[in-house]
């Protein structure tokens, strides 16, 4: 008998995200930028987020100029990911990372129109004669569910500390822009004033961790980065989707029915 073919490779998504601290006004915990989505988008619709996006082909193109570095056989996205995290920043909210050098309020407003215009990074740095600083993004994260057609998507750890700061929502894909820390999303979560999709949670489980941006990003560098496709498992009777254990995060499961869904 002839054996059946494999299946033929799922098709995923490349995706990036960046998780953007900044020192507390307060001087408590540290705070993170989160994007509340518009209900329409098909994905994660309403829900409150990172900011970040898909991996354009502009994006492995600039990557390929100015990081090549950064890719490899196994990994070609790797700058590719960096860069969209930062394009896609400071699209949707006005906020410019992974430079050189700090960039202005102004500039960053500037920076934003043009890439409205020209739909990519790299005429945003030759305007400005801005360079790139992809290794100020930190690894922290991959995440790709088990199906077709999901969202390949990296995380990465930047500090804004207390760097000029202006945000305007982009109206379009977002609603809302807010700075909060990672235990305060999680009581907002809880009480019902945001929604937060399974890795948005499990990241804030464990961006919760940190009392500053050098010690999230020591743990990170502690914990190499392996891509998580949550799996649902059986416990005390209950369905619970799951994550494996090892990877830097302090909570792993989590009753299905209790899942919020992109």
Known sequence: MTAAPPPPPRRTIPAATLVIFRHAPDGGAPQVLMVQRAREMRFAGGMAV???????????VLAAAVAPHLASDDDPDQGAARIAAVRETLEETGLLLGL???????EARAARTLLEAEGALAPVLDRFGWT?????????????????????????LA?????????????????RLFWTSAAGALAMADNGEIGVIFPT????????QFASFAEAAKHAAAHPVRTIAPFQEERDGELHLCIPE????????????TVRRG
């Open 50 to 60: 990172f900011p970040g996006g898909r991996i354009d082909e502009a994006d492995r």
């Open 100 to 106: 050189t050098r700090p960039v202005t309020a102004a």
């Open 132 to 156: 790139l600083a992809l290794d100020r993004l930190a690894p922290f994260a991959r995440w790709c569910p088990d199906w077709d057609g999901a969202f390949d998507t990296r995380f990465f």
């Open 159 to 175: 500090d804004l500390g207390t760097g000029d700061v202006e945000l305007t929502v982009d109206a379009t894909e977002n609603t």
């Open 201 to 208: 949670r499990r990241n804030l489980d464990r961006l919760a």
């Open 246 to 257: 090892g990877l830097g995060y302090p909570v792993t499961a989590q009753p299905l029915a």
